[in-house]
């Protein structure tokens, strides 16, 4: 056997030579079923084997054999051939390959099964993480690694015991456990007899198909003697199994080539490692190919590249001493253009999605390369999707891997479902109002807020509930809430009648897609563009994964029910498999590993800030999985975790920009506005050197640019147009008027006066409520949101709240913390520490930073106690309050819980309440704070059982420490005289919530508002 390695960096070719290899020994009358040229993935095989194919028909005249064997295959789909040939040559029935879904179905319905037994095979602090969603993702990912390293269950306990890990111990167990069932489901399927096809992940396959070659050595022999020239693509990516089995069909080879990058080897979590191509390097140096010259990336982009893998540690392998493998100044040009590297910092997060936007539209514009040419690739899936987003709006067509969660999560498959889960259960029992709700508001519906407060209202008169409207007879209803239930009745009633007449479960659910008329309304959305376009293709890819979904369901399960489909959906709790990318002309938005095996005209790497790229968070989580592959490893605890992260983090920066083949966009923020700082990666300081080469400036934050999009031009033309008198000269008025009336006729969205929010008509001038009876409900922090901002107290109220964010768990941490009184310093920052582990916090330093914030507040916390002692005394912590305060002029029920209620020496109630914030209101201001007032009018209506004396409230700021261990401030104890005062105030508040009409009141909240960009108070501003 004779071993070649090719090595060299992206786009040097490694691919195409073995491709080449293959063609000409074929050419030479090598058998092509001799031939094995194993990949890293099926794209990567599917491009191979194009390229071979036309390689073939090109260059041979003689007539091609026919080939049974394919000679490209990816390696798992090569390992699930052996098996089922073992299967074959057994007289088994052929494997089954269970999606990653419906393993992490199983293992949830397991862990299920320990807690409710009480978990007691797993160490005592995991128990509470057990029913956690990230759980068993973390030990599906550990059961994955072992499979791919060959790590039984026993192995794994016994290792465990080895390393003092009982979380090890623990997991094989479960792994044990989940073998069983796994086998057992083998034999009946999830719910037929019939069902007996053996289940594999994709992480055993290979790990199966060695084993299998074990057992049955004639059919190891067959395929050591079939495959003759064997060549693998991306050695780098193989773990120890895969390497395995390709060292033991390189046993029978006569020719091996093993192609690969160790400066692209980024799968370490997986268990990867390029040692196959270290160890062979290292037994024959000369039967190594060195490939220098890139075929793809520009010259300005190889040596960015060639410049970073020179930050590498070590000699990467040994045969490539003095340097990097690439050899920058032989890059080939690309069209004739040196290509360039461009690193950019914007000073807000908005800057930096506009800075993308606008290079993305300029290369589509002005350099007329197509969408599907261009890409960015960014760190996070959670900053990919708010990207994505942001380009959308930006008018730039994207295209992103599903990351929509679990797909009954998603909203445009949640809708079917919903109406298939109200047909199998039946809108009549418990739930049945909380059910027609969610049909009436989902896509379906499509009932606004409003008008469901409406709706209900009329039904309320006729004595019906929500669910009548949609199961009884049709009740009389004006037009315009008569529509939504009509709507969502003829779609209930054709998914009742499916299901009664047991139709199979996808005819049911074809049924309800048809007559939603969903798929028009979001193919039109689509075709339009857009938020609203990229929101309605993500509903169509949720709706066609649900189809694939019931179909392989069906498939599978004999005596498959509609509730069977239901509860199979329900336990699927990751996001449906992403399928072939789509063939439309889209910017892709993607992770550095799925952007592995492509490349694109232009490349954007975006958001590579501090803390997220490199990221040197230990991986692996409560079960230590990175720690079990150390361990594996042979590496002590004493090795350092960081510096090999740090290494391959750097790698994937290097993958990422080999995509690229003439443009390469870096951008980064460099931002200390607000709470959250963003500072840009040390790569970016680097790679801005190699783009500036001996010009390098300092890296300056730029404001967001002027995207060159129609959004932004018709919004710049509107502002023209709209700007008051003597603002802009009329012909620039009459100009900007003109371009608007193309655009319009051109049918630009947003271009046509009829579409402008301002000149609509008012859809209704009904109050949201009336009726001396009505109750409204109130918080104490509703009251304060009320009194500085109705117009944000009624999107609020509607769902308009942004995500709850970090912050908001640390203030709650804290509160929590800090209800335990008899806490001392010591314990209550001990538990500080502890929890802080647990917080997904962006970035190291900003997690150090925030808490040592936040030990400093438990510091004036307790001193602030001790000093309070001396006037107070406590009654309770988190004290809850909830009921009707009498003598308003409209009925107030005030719910609500008060951080800490306290005695004063006169024996009057002092409520206190805790704020994180740093900047303390002023004391005119706390004198006139709604939430402290409307506590303490509540304890004057008697709704606290320990006193109706108020004896004032007091603000107490942690976060800003003062002699007293925290700022306070105070609002005196409301008299006799205040009463009325405050319960004016309240009432009209209360009144103010029926509107019609809600102000918008510019306040100090107005920074943190989720309603600044579209507010009217801010518009002549924002304008
Ligand atoms: S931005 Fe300010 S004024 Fe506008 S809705 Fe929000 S809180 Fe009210």
């Given at each position: ?39 890293g ?19 041979t ?77 973390e ?18 306990q ?40 053996p ?37 780098q ?40 191509l ?86 589509h ?22 990207l ?33 889960d ?40 006729r ?19 008569a ?22 479960p ?46 392989d369901?069906?498939a ?42 492509r ?40 090795v350092?975790a ?40 040390p ?81 209704t ?35 308009g ?31 500080l ?5 647990a917080?997904p916090?962006?970035s ?40 009707v ?7 107030v ?22 704020k ?20 303490q ?11 109706d004396?108020?004896g ?72």
């Amino acid at each position: 056997m004779t071993t070649f390695r090719v090595l060299g960096g992206p786009g040097t070719g490694k691919s195409g030579l073995l491709v080449e290899a293959a063609a000409q020994r074929i050419a030479a009358g090598l058998d092509p079923e001799s031939v094995l040229l194993l990949t890293g993935s099926g794209r990567m095989a599917a491009t191979a084997r194009g390229a071979l194919t036309a390689r073939l028909l090109g260059e041979t005249t003689a007539d091609l054999p026919v080939v049974r064997e394919p000679m490209v295959r990816s390696l798992h789909g090569y390992a699930f051939a052996v098996l089922r040939k073992a299967a074959e040559r057994a007289g088994d029935p052929p494997p089954r390959l269970v999606t990653g879904a419906e393993q992490d179905g199983v293992i949830r319905e397991l862990l299920d099964g320990d807690i409710a037994d009480g978990a007691r095979g797993w160490p005592p602090e995991l128990r509470p993480a057990l029913s956690a969603a990230g759980f068993a993702t973390e030990l599906r990912d550990l059961l994955a690694r072992c499979a791919e390293r060959g790590v039984d269950p026993m192995s794994l306990q016994r290792l465990g015991r080895s390393s003092g890990r009982p979380q090890w111990v623990a997991a094989g167990r479960f792994a044990c456990q989940y073998e069983q069932v796994m086998l057992l489901r083998a034999a009946v399927g999830t719910a037929a007899p019939q069902a007996t096809l053996p289940a594999l992940g994709a992480a055993e396959l290979v790990g199966a198909a060695l084993e299998a070659m074990a057992v049955d050595t004639g059919l190891l022999a067959a395929e050591r003697a079939r495959v003759r020239l064997l060549l693998v693509d991306d050695a780098q990516h193989l773990d120890p199994q895969a390497a395995e089995l390709v060292r033991v069909l390189a046993a029978g080879a006569e020719v091996v080539m093993l192609a690969g990058d160790p400066n692209q080897a980024v799968f370490g979590f997986r268990g990867a490692d390029p040692e196959l191509l270290r160890a062979d390097a290292d037994a024959d140096a000369d039967q190594t190919i060195r490939l220098t010259r890139s075929h793809r990336c520009a010259p300005m982009i190889a040596r960015a590249i060639a410049g970073m893998a020179a930050g590498l540690p070590g000699p990467v392998w040994p045969t490539l001493d003095g340097g990097p493998d690439f050899d920058a100044d032989g890059a080939a040009e690309t069209d004739g253009a040196t290509g360039s590297v461009t690193v950019r910092v914007a000073d807000s997060a908005h800057g930096e999605a506009a800075m993308v936007a606008d290079a993305l539209r300029r290369a589509h514009l002005v350099d007329r390369l197509p969408w599907s040419q261009l890409a960015v690739i960014v760190r996070s899936a959670s900053a990919a999707a708010a990207l994505a987003r942001s380009l959308g709006v930006a008018g730039v067509p994207v295209q992103t891997p599903n990351a929509g969660g679990p797909i009954g999560a998603q909203p445009g498959a949640r809708a079917l479902l919903s109406v298939l889960d109200a047909a199998a259960t039946g809108l009549d029992g418990e739930r049945a109002g909380e059910w027609a709700e969610l049909l009436l508001t989902g896509p379906i519906g499509r009932i606004d807020p409003v008008s469901l407060r409406q709706l209900r209202r009329a039904l309320h008169r006729r004595d019906a509930e929500l669910a009548d409207a949609l199961t009884g007879s049709t009740p009389p209803l004006p037009a315009t809430l008569a529509k939504p239930v009509k709507r969502v009745r003829a779609v209930l009633s054709a998914a009742v009648g499916s299901h009664r007449r047991h139709r199979d479960p996808r005819y049911t659910l074809w049924q309800v897609w048809e007559r939603s008329g969903l798929q028009q309304r979001w193919l039109r959305a689509a075709e339009r563009g857009g938020v609203d376009g990229a929101l309605a293709e993500r509903n169509l890819a949720a709706v066609t994964a649900l189809f694939d979904i019931a179909d392989d369901y069906v498939a599978r399960t004999a005596g498959a029910s509609l509730r069977g489909l239901l509860d199979h959906v329900a336990a699927l709790q990751l996001s449906p498999a992403a399928g072939a990318e789509s063939a439309g002309d889209a910017v892709a938005v993607l992770s550095p590993h799925a952007a592995l095996d492509r490349d694109w005209e232009m490349v954007v790497i975006a958001g590579l800030q501090d803390g997220l790229w490199p990221n040197t968070t230990p991986r692996g989580g409560v079960l230590g999985t990175q720690r079990l592959l150390d361990v594996l490893d042979g590496l002590g605890d004493e090795v350092s975790a960081r510096a090999p992260l740090l290494a391959e983090e750097r790698r994937l920066l290097i993958a990422a920009m080999g995509r690229a083949r003439r443009r390469l966009l870096i951008t980064a923020v460099d931002s200390d506005a607000g709470d959250a700082v963003s500072v840009p990666s040390p790569f970016v300081a680097e790679l801005a050197a190699y783009a500036a080469g001996d010009n390098a400036q300092p890296l300056r934050p730029e404001p967001a640019p002027p995207v060159l999009s129609t959004s932004a031009v018709v919004g710049r033309l509107r502002a023209v147009v709209c700007a008051p008198e003597g603002d802009v000269e009329d012909p620039q008025r009459v100009c900007a008027a003109g371009q608007l009336a193309r655009l319009a006729a051109a049918g630009v969205p947003g271009a046509d006066p009829s579409q402008w929010q301002g000149l609509a008509e008012v859809s209704t001038e009904e109050p949201l409520w009336s009726g001396d009876d009505h109750i409204v409900d109130l918080s104490p922090s509703t009251l304060q949101t009320l009194s500085d901002c109705p117009l944000r107290w009624l999107a609020e109220r509607h769902g308009g709240t942004g995500p709850r964010g970090l912050n908001s768990t640390l203030g709650s941490v804290l509160h929590a913390l800090v209800a335990d009184s008899a806490k001392n310093e010591s314990q209550l920052v001990a538990e500080l520490e502890t929890l802080w582990a647990a917080l997904p916090f962006d970035s190291p330093w900003y997690a150090a930073n925030e808490l040592e914030r936040h030990r400093s507040m438990l510091t004036a916390f307790v001193a602030w106690y001790s000093a309070s002692r001396q006037d107070l005394t406590e009654i309770g912590t988190e004290v809850a309050l909830d009921g009707v305060v009498d003598g308003l002029t409209a009925g107030v029920r005030v719910r609500g819980r008060i951080d800490r209620l306290e005695r004063d020496a006169q024996g009057r109630l002092v409520v206190v309440d805790l704020k994180t914030a740093k900047t303390p209101v002023s004391k005119d201001d706390a004198q006139r704070h709604a939430q402290l007032g409307l506590y303490q009018l509540a304890v004057s209506a008697g709704l606290l059982a320990d006193g109706d004396q108020p004896g004032g409230g007091r603000l107490v700021y942690l976060g800003k420490p003062s002699a007293a261990g925290a700022t306070e401030r105070e609002q005196t104890a409301l008299g006799a005289d205040d009463i009325p005062d405050w319960q004016r105030a309240v009432g009209a508040a209360a009144a103010a919530t029926a509107g019609p009409q809600f102000a918008a009141r510019v306040n100090d909240g107005c920074s943190h508002c989720p309603l600044r960009p579209s507010c009217p108070a801010h518009a002549p501003e924002s304008s």
